[in-house]
């Protein structure tokens, strides 16, 4: 989490990082700084509001210089207050201070370092782990700010992604990272430095990314990146083809909205490249790796894990092939008993869920080799140490619910179902052109979703003011209803729970009141008559029922809601009863007014543990 920007350019950064602060402000918005080195001297504006307020506070003092750092927070240590927001700097006194650092990421042995520094006469201003480095930088520093910064990161344990100045080298910049994103953008006179390659792309195309242990030093004519060594490399200029646009509203009331109405596009493009099944669409190694793998190990977290559960249906059921789906970040503390032959896929959005990194390096260490990462970011670091990848080519989610990444993962894993189960003659040319024919049907079926917002917007309008929801699923579509509960929760702040319809009467049942709310998923598939079982157990229960279905055989009863979708495309329907969710939620929390996109306490990129 938090997103850090760096600028050493010829001409005024100021304007340049404040941009960039807004693109990265999906990254956390806890509090957000600004420094600038300014005739001679470091400057500083913090806030506690949204980059906007910092704006008019810069606007307000006239703040210009030609290199500066800026940094948007999730707090982690030290409460998100002004004093713990970043930049921080190390000087005796803040007028005097020479060093000024924004970081992501966690410094472990911060309480150690923090007791040393003391001891020599530090004095800290915040409650925070990242002054604990601008001290010790500062302690290190002899004219030279890399060499401070090499000499920091020897005494360090943790993760972070820095960006450090002094102002005694006004025009130089020093980066580095260990676990967290870190990106160099390259521009004409001036480079720059971002958690995040959108920050930087209304200034340049021409990107640079740093791997773990690495450092750069940048002025605005140069970068020399070294290696934990201390030895200087050269690395691959990657040209972006990104739109400085990508992240505009348009028409929509909020990215949230955006993004699920981009949906059927999305998927559109997807198809574009699938003509036929066939395993190369993971990767050139696909077709060998796949070949000998005899199980599938699924690891995510949050909606991530949600679709790894739908997978789960899909591969046991279609590929016939052993798979299980862990939380990574109970998967890497667990004893396992790793299988080489295991296929493991990570899901992840972001690519930087620090959780789900450490779990797939933890599946390496412990041999597992076969690791297929699906991912909406080709650049990022699990996609980077996965040996297939996946891009599910969502576009830039800025909304911190996922949407549109859910259903494109979910598109990606179907996909790899078929491509495993043809590849283990499990799948007859028939039934490929069935599966072939539901995903084409897809976008269509979207739309039709769609066309039922005036529905669903009563629904929203109703379930808006409940305090407790409960949502019901079976089989393929209890993730659903997990996934459900958690948009309800996120963006709507709503306690939803999700059980299995099934399991209503083995406890849960107990909760039900003359008021308790109980949405329930009613596919037209093999459970539907055992789910009416359960849903009379409610009723006369006299809980309060709103079902959603595909089917035209429930008889319509008194004091029953249904909201009834038209298509579902087999197999696939969960993604549609997704997108049915995504949007019920959305319509609520519109009528509750809460804040959509960034919602209290969450971030789009969790990248601390
Ligand atoms: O970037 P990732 O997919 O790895 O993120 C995992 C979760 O943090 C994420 O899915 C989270 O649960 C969503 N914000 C929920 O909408």
């Known amino acids: 989490m938090c997103g850090i920007v ?11 990082l404040t941009e960039s602060l807004y693109h990265l402000e999906y990254r956390g918005y806890d509090s957000c700084g600004i420094a600038i080195i300014k005739n001679g001297e470091l400057h500083r504006i913090r806030g506690t509001k949204r980059i906007s307020e910092l704006q ?21 240590h030290g409460s998100p207050n002004i004093n713990n927001a970043h930049p ?89 990272r260990n676990g967290s994103p870190l990106v160099i953008g390259i521009g004409k006179n001036e480079n720059f430095l971002a958690s995040d390659n959108v920050a930087l792309i209304p200034f340049t195309k021409k990107f640079i990314y740093l791997e773990d242990t690495e450092i750069v030093d940048l002025t605005p004519n140069n ?22 646009d990508v992240n505009e509203l348009g028409i929509h009331q909020h990215y949230m909205e955006k993004e699920i109405f981009e949906q059927p596009k999305i998927i559109r493009r997807l198809l574009k490249n699938i003509k036929s099944i066939h395993p190369e669409l993971f990767g050139y190694q696909a077709p060998n790796i796949f070949e000998k793998i005899d199980s599938v190990l699924i690891l995510g977290c949050g909606t991530s894990y949600y679709s790894g559960m739908i997978a789960k249906y899909w591969i046991e059921s279609i590929a016939k092939i052993v798979t299980s789906v862990e939380i990574a970040s109970e998967y890497r503390y667990r004893d396992t008993i790793p299988n080489p ?44 140490a996965s040996m297939l990848s996946y891009i599910t080519q969502a576009g830039l989610e800025v909304s ?49 979703i769609f066309s039922m917002r005036k529905d669903i917007e009563k629904w929203g309008r109703y379930f ?35 059980f299995q319809s099934s399991e209503m009467k083995h406890g849960p049942l107990a909760l039900i009141t003359k008021n308790t709310p109980i949405i329930i998923i009613a596919p037209k598939d093999k459970l539907i008559e055992k789910l009416k079982s359960n849903i009379q157990e409610i009723k006369v229960r006299a809980g309060e029922l709103h079902i959603i279905t595909d089917s035209n055989n429930f008889n319509i009863q008194k004091n029953i809601n249904f909201l009834k979708i038209s298509e579902t495309c087999n197999s696939l329907s969960p993604i549609l009863y997704g997108i049915t969710f995504q949007l019920l939620a959305y319509q609520a929390a519109v009528f509750r007014g809460t804040h959509i996109d960034k919602p209290r306490n969450l971030a789009k990129s969790v990248t601390v543990e």
């Open 56 to 76: 008019k506070k810069i606007q307000k003092n006239n703040l210009h210089g030609i290199s500066g750092i800026a940094h948007t927070r999730w707090a982690t």
């Open 341 to 384: 032959n295991t296929l493991i896929v990570i899901i992840s959005q972001s690519g930087e869920t620090a959780d789900t990194l450490s779990a797939l390096k933890h599946a390496k260490d412990l041999g597992m080799k076969n690791i297929l990462s699906i991912c909406n970011v080709a650049t990022s670091s699990i996609v980077n």
């Open 464 to 498: 808006a003011c409940k305090k407790n929801i409960f949502l019901l699923g079976r089989g393929v579509h209890y993730p659903i209803a997990l996934e459900g509960a958690l948009k309800f929760k996120e963006i709507c702040y709503i306690h939803a729970e999700a």
């Open 400 to 448: 911190v619910a996922s949407t549109k990444s859910f259903t494109s993962q979910l598109f990606s894993l179907f996909l790899l179902t078929l491509v495993l189960a043809k590849l283990k003659n499990r799948l007859t040319k028939n039934q490929e052109n069935l599966f072939l024919t539901d995903l084409k049907c897809l976008p269509k079926s979207i739309e039709s």
């Open 6 to 16: 760096g600028a050493v350019s010829l001409r005024d950064v100021t304007p340049m």
């Open 223 to 244: 970068i020399s990146i070294f290696n934990t060594n201390g030895i200087k490399i050269n690395k691959k200029i990657q040209i972006e083809a990104i739109n400085s």
């Open 88 to 176: 921080h700097f190390s000087g005796f006194s803040s007028k005097n201070a020479s060093i000024a650092i924004v970081h992501n990421g966690i410094i472990e042995n911060h309480e150690v370092l923090r007791k040393n520094l003391s001891k020599i006469g530090y004095r800290f201003k915040s409650q925070t782990d990242t002054e604990v480095l601008a001290h010790l930088i500062n302690y290190f520093y002899n004219g030279d700010i890399l060499k401070a910064v090499q000499q920091t990161i020897q005494h360090i344990k943790g993760k972070y992604a820095i960006a450090v100045f002094c102002k005694k080298e006004p025009n130089r910049i020093v980066g580095a």
